[in-house]
């Protein structure tokens, strides 16, 4: 167990629907990371967020944003979903912001868009 | 444009025999990642490489970082079951990590 708390587990939705995935990250870790995989993409890095704060951004559509709350919890929004966004979400989290440190996965969260 | 390359994509091999995962990254980087992933499951962090040289090594796998040829490499010793699973590799610039398509490695008893 890593510490790192995704929910739901799996989501089936609809074309067009808006969902909240949510991640607590480990106790004591200020910073979380959201990334998607997928067959057509593969692994990606979308957005980090540090202390409440966005760190940095990746490959993340404008459909999409998230936020991290004072617990330091983070939700990824997901809106106008299409059907390539069916995907599975990690979550990570780690110490601090520096690359050094070691991230932490939770297991994940199934999107299946229909 | 940062792109990161692995190869094999595809890796069968014999318990006890030794291999190495290539991942090779297109422009500059100032880290390398590596990850495992067994089947259904989600993200294990094994590695991060930050400057040219550096070896790390955990158990049977051992990962090193050239810069300069702009290649990691994940270095199998004497392979044994438990180490099947997909192995990732991605590297990072500024804001950017770039994941390789990973290689997933069978190890046949």
């Known amino acids: 167990d890593s510490g790192v708390t995704q929910t739901p587990k799996h989501l089936i939705t609809a074309t067009g629907q808006r969902v909240t995935l949510r991640c607590s990250p480990r106790s004591g870790d200020l910073s979380v990371y959201w990334y998607q995989q997928s067959l057509d993409q593969g692994l990606q890095f979308l957005i980090q967020?540090?202390?409440?704060?966005?760190?940095a951004k990746g490959n993340i559509l404008e459909r999409f944003s998230a936020q991290q709350f004072p617990d330091l919890h983070s939700e990824l929004n997901l809106s106008s979903l299409e059907l390539g966004d069916s995907a599975l979400y990690f979550c990570?989290?780690?110490?601090?912001?520096?690359?050094?440190?070691?991230?932490?996965f939770g297991a994940g969260t199934r999107l299946s868009v229909l | 444009e940062l792109k990161v390359e692995q190869n094999p994509l595809f890796l069968s091999m014999q318990e006890g025999k030794n291999y190495t995962i290539y991942c090779n990254y297109s422009t500059t980087s100032d880290r390398l990642y590596w990850y495992r992933q067994d089947p259904g499951k989600s993200l294990e962090s094994l590695f991060v490489?930050?400057?040219?040289?550096a070896v790390k090594q955990e158990g049977r796998l051992m990962a090193s970082l050239d810069t300069k040829a702009r290649l990691s490499t994940l270095h199998i010793t004497a392979a044994v079951h438990d180490l099947s699973a997909t192995y990732f590799c991605?590297?990072?610039?500024?804001?950017?990590?770039?994941f390789g398509k990973g290689t997933r490695l069978h190890i046949l008893p």
């Open positions: 967020y540090y202390n409440g704060e966005e760190r």
């Open positions: 490489l930050l400057s040219n040289g």
């Open positions: 990570a989290s780690s110490v601090d912001f520096q690359p050094k440190n070691i991230q932490y």
């Open positions: 991605a590297a990072g610039y500024n804001d950017k990590i770039i």
